[in-house]
């Protein structure tokens, strides 16, 4: 009897390790299968904690561009904002109108008085044998470190002449050069303009509204007057030949219009007369 239990006890472990992995007692399951089962979980799990990120929604997507482009328009203007204070910086620095006007303050002084007002510096002689050639004897100059080309000659930008009568000093002229360097003749239009477009009695700001017409030339005299010359051409309608004026207008010394005229430039007899014969 008891060699047939333990044949029997024999019989079931073998059949349990040979066939009893393939059907597990009690309902269980293959190690295959759990694991399938375990991976199964994770990729669940994996995909629920996926599903919980918090995603933008459009509002977001499109807030977070308008920021970008914030930025970008703020660096730009950033960049405007430098270009534009370079550039004031360096015509300041080149602003000969500015100076002539900062040196007029010196009028009936000494020379010597003039040149501790301004903010250039004022010398005898130019390095420019154009400008020598036309500026009076017993005159100081400055003149523009940058230069233009007037007619294909190079010339400063602008040039200011201190002229003095003895010691003291007369009169304070600014030449702004540069403004001839389009057209000797000075600013095109397109045709005659009267003078008188600005009555008497004018201040400057008003008067070169009503011409339209930036000064070539501005001079401070002693007496505390005024003196502005403007150029400007045209085409004649009927002889089709390029007309020049200068308009000359005087203010006193309360900065009324008192005077403006103007007189015709003849710019082609000097080139076009025969040299004298000795």
Same mark, same amino acid.
């Given at each position: ?160 002449? #201190?002229?003095?009568? %003895? /010691?003291?000093?007369?009169? *304070?002229? !600014? ?7 389009? $057209? ?48 400007? #051409?045209?085409?004649? %309608? /009927?002889?089709?030949?390029? *007309?020049? !004026? ?7 010394? $309360? ?24």
């Amino acid at each position: 009897m008891s060699d047939r239990i333990e044949d029997t006890q024999d019989y079931s472990m073998e059949r349990y390790f040979s066939e009893g992995l393939s059907e597990l007692p009690d309902g269980g399951e293959k190690p295959e299968g759990r694991g399938e089962k375990n991976r199964e979980a994770s990729r669940a799990k994996e995909k629920v904690r996926e599903s919980a990120k918090p995603t933008k929604t459009k509002k977001e997507r499109s807030g977070g561009k308008f920021k970008r482009v914030l930025m970008i328009i703020a660096a730009a203007a950033v960049l405007i904002l430098v270009l534009a204070i370079v550039l004031v910086i360096r015509h300041r620095r080149n602003d000969g109108k500015r100076f002539a006007q900062e040196l007029s303050a010196a009028l009936g002084g000494t020379m010597a008085a003039a040149e501790n007002t301004g903010s250039v510096k004022l010398h005898g002689r130019s390095e420019n044998g154009y400008v020598n050639a036309v500026i009076p004897q017993n005159a100081y100059i400055a003149e523009s470190p940058r230069s233009c080309k007037v007619q294909g000659v190079h010339m400063p930008e602008w040039v200011i002449v #201190c002229a003095a009568e %003895g /010691e003291t000093l007369s009169s *304070v002229t !600014y030449y702004n050069y540069e403004q001839l360097e389009k $057209n000797v003749c000075g600013k095109e239009r397109k045709s005659y303009l009267d003078p008188h477009t600005a009555p008497n009695g004018s201040d400057i700001v008003r008067t070169e509204e009503a011409l339209g017409l930036e000064p070539y030339s501005i001079s401070y005299r002693s007496d505390h007057t005024q003196v502005r010359d403007y150029r400007y #051409c045209y085409k004649d %309608g /009927e002889s089709k030949d390029q *007309v020049c !004026y200068v308009i000359t207008a005087t203010w006193d010394q $309360n900065g009324v219009l008192t005077n403006i005229s103007e007189a015709r430039i003849d710019m082609i007899s000097g080139v076009l007369a025969p040299r004298s014969s000795s």
